[in-house]
């Protein structure tokens, strides 16, 4: 209900105040008990000419948002009738209204507008020989309500560029986030066909063999183009199944790896998973380079907070040849894990072999 009010225009969403106030300010018994800037002038009776002020006054705070410098000038018109005719109705209210609308709404012509309400002001106030306390006292409790709507607007730009800033920082940690994404899709599947080819090089006189080594190469790259089309699709659905299928296409790639999961693998929220998934493909992706047919271990333990993820290699194989690292893919998978409020480390182990594991929290954002 709340959302299809809002859905309306907002003049339709002001109407009812004004409507409201046009009501009170007819009703008979509240007559001579509104705003009274002077005593000079004598009370009227109420006829249809109090009606056109109060109409006057009242009825424009229904476009006091869609046209604040419209509204105050027709109310400022229906408050000047009222205190001229010596009507003093409830419906002088209006013109605080008005004025606070425009502070917060007017978007153009500000210094104008106050300039205007000003010089209209000081020759009414001429006009019903105000007393100069009288005028400046009114005259700054006008003011007053003019500065209160514009200071409500200043707090919203201010608010709107704290969101433009929010929105900002939030797309440029995407595109890093992206870019690491990137980095580890291609070095991982590069790597691993790099790898199958180099072996291959040594399978020429073995075809089941070389065929074998060939396909796995195809399967490879088909699956990185098939990462990068859905890269962005990675960041949120668990990977439970992407991982066992990451460590079997290591394997193809000649890689012993033994995957050991224990606990329970969920969609865990804020895509825990991905990072897990992405520790993994770096890891593996670097035993491929260096320690190439060492009997490698993925273990990954799924608790309630938390999910523990341990790769290690025992050190037994060679490296591949394969083309160096940059030292970013460990770097970043340290920084991210560290924002998420996790642990990471990553080096040589005893009596051999190499180490990477974390602690991702669960909820986490990826």
């Known amino acids: 209900m709340v959302d299809r009010w809002r859905s309306f225009d907002v003049a339709v969403r002001d109407l009812p105040f004004a409507l409201l106030l046009t009501a009170l300010a007819l009703v008979p018994g509240w007559h001579q008990h509104g705003t009274r800037l002077s005593d000079l002038v004598p009370e009227r009776p109420f006829d249809w000419i109090g009606v056109l002020a109060i109409g006057l006054e009242c009825l424009p705070l229904a476009v006091r948002r869609r046209f604040p410098a419209l509204s105050l000038v027709l109310v400022s018109g229906g408050f000047a009738l009222d205190q001229l005719l010596g009507l003093h109705t409830i419906g002088g209210t209006a013109l605080a209204v008005s004025l606070f609308s425009a502070g917060a709404h007017l978007t ?3 210094k104008t507008v106050v300039i205007g ?15 100069v306390a009288d005028l400046a006292l009114f005259y700054v409790v006008l003011a007053a309500m003019w500065a209160v709507g514009a200071g409500l607007r200043q707090n919203r730009r201010i608010e709107a560029q ?20 990137l980095h580890d899709v291609v070095t991982h599947h590069v790597t691993a066909m790099v790898v199958q080819t180099e072996a291959a090089r040594y399978l020429a006189t073995a075809p089941d063999r070389l065929d074998e080594a060939l396909v796995a190469v195809t399967d490879t790259g088909r699956t990185a183009i098939t990462e990068l ?16 299928a990451l460590v079997a296409q290591t394997r193809r790639a000649g890689q012993p790896v033994e995957l050991v999961e224990e606990g329970r693998s969920v969609a865990a929220p804020g895509g825990a998973e991905v990072t897990v998934y992405r520790v993994a493909q770096e890891a593996l992706t670097n035993a491929l380079k260096y320690d190439h047919g060492a009997r490698t271990t993925v273990s990954v333990s799924y608790g309630e907070r938390a999910i523990d993820v341990r790769i290690s290699t025992d050190g037994s194989g060679t490296s591949s040849g ?9 770097d970043g998978l340290r920084e991210r894990i560290g924002t998420l409020g996790g642990d990471f480390r990553a080096g040589p182990q005893t009596p051999a072999g190499f180490e990477v594991a974390a602690r991702i ?3 986490s954002a990826a």
């Open 322 to 330: 394969s083309p160096g690292g940059s030292g970013r893919g460990l």
């Open 361 to 363: 929290p669960v909820g």
């Open 117 to 131: 309400a000003t010089v209209a002001y000081l020759a009414l106030a001429v006009r019903l020989r105000l007393p």
């Open 108 to 110: 153009a012509y500000r």
């Open 229 to 244: 089309r859905h890269l962005l699709d990675l960041l949120n659905p668990g990977h439970g199944g992407e991982l066992r």
């Open 162 to 181: 704290r969101r433009v800033a929010e929105a900002e920082a939030a797309r440029t940690a995407e595109r890093t986030r992206i870019a690491r994404e």
